[in-house]
């Protein structure tokens, strides 16, 4: 597609329940990136994928986060149990090779009651 | 510890009046600074990358500087659509991860 597309845009999830969250990148972009944005917060890393080399997952804040990466394309970020801190906007980027020209999406803004 | 620090926070305009935006670094071995224009409900929009001091980058009204501990975005003439909130970022370290600092809100008022 022409850009990086995020589904759902906005997820309201029960505390204590599991939410998946897509990202399909621009094709032929190389590399896939998470990150969330919280109120009155910067842009925080959580994971990075870069073709077939294992995933940077330094950013992940704790064990109910994973993401996984289809075929060097689809992305998805799980995370399980949610809490009402995991409530933000989470964003997904792609770029060719490097961060020049890393590109957006809209966004999934999750919400914890 | 790589940071990036944005002043103001947020800025108000009237149409028509220049200004810039801050952006102060500290990161080992900088790889490139990137601003982004980030409009309310959409992911970041990116604008420039600048890779060492003393260059520039021009886009319509927006020019973005570099020096070796800081990044200026300014503003000439401003328009009401130029509102939005400016994102700059780093690498951090020897990684493709950015880091962004908190942002700077403009408004401009017509």
């Known amino acids: 597609g022409a850009g990086v597309s995020q589904s759902p845009s906005n997820k309201v999830t029960e505390k204590g329940k599991d939410v998946e969250l897509r990202c399909d990148p621009i094709?032929?972009?190389?590399?896939l990136y998470w990150y969330r944005q919280s109120l009155g917060q910067g842009l925080e890393f959580l994971i990075y994928?870069?073709?077939?080399?294992?995933?940077?997952k330094s950013g992940l804040p704790s064990d109910r986060f994973s993401a996984e990466r289809t075929g060097g394309s689809v992305s998805t970020l799980t995370i399980q149990r949610t809490q009402q801190e995991d409530s933000a906007v989470y964003l997904c980027?792609?770029?060719?090779?490097?961060?020049?020209?890393?590109?957006f999406g809209s966004g999934t803004r999750l919400t914890v009651v | 510890e790589d940071q990036v620090t944005q002043s103001p926070e947020a800025l108000r305009l009237q149409e028509g009046e220049s200004s810039s935006l801050n952006c102060s670094y500290t990161?080992?071995?900088?790889?490139?600074l990137f601003w982004y224009r980030q409009d309310p409900g959409k992911g970041p929009e990116f604008l420039f990358t600048l890779y060492s001091a003393g260059e520039e980058k021009e886009k319509e009204r927006l020019k973005a500087t570099l020096t070796k501990k800081e990044s200026f975005l300014h503003i000439t003439a401003p328009k009401p659509e130029d509102s939005a909130t400016y994102l700059c970022?780093?690498?951090?370290?020897?990684?493709?991860?950015?880091?962004f600092g908190k942002g700077t809100k403009l408004t401009v008022n017509p």
């Open positions: 970022a780093v690498p951090q370290g020897g990684s493709e991860k950015l880091v």
């Open positions: 094709s032929g972009h190389t590399a």
């Open positions: 990161v080992s071995g900088l790889r490139g």
């Open positions: 980027a792609s770029s060719e090779t490097s961060t020049v020209g890393y590109t």
């Open positions: 994928f870069q073709g077939n080399s294992a995933p940077d």
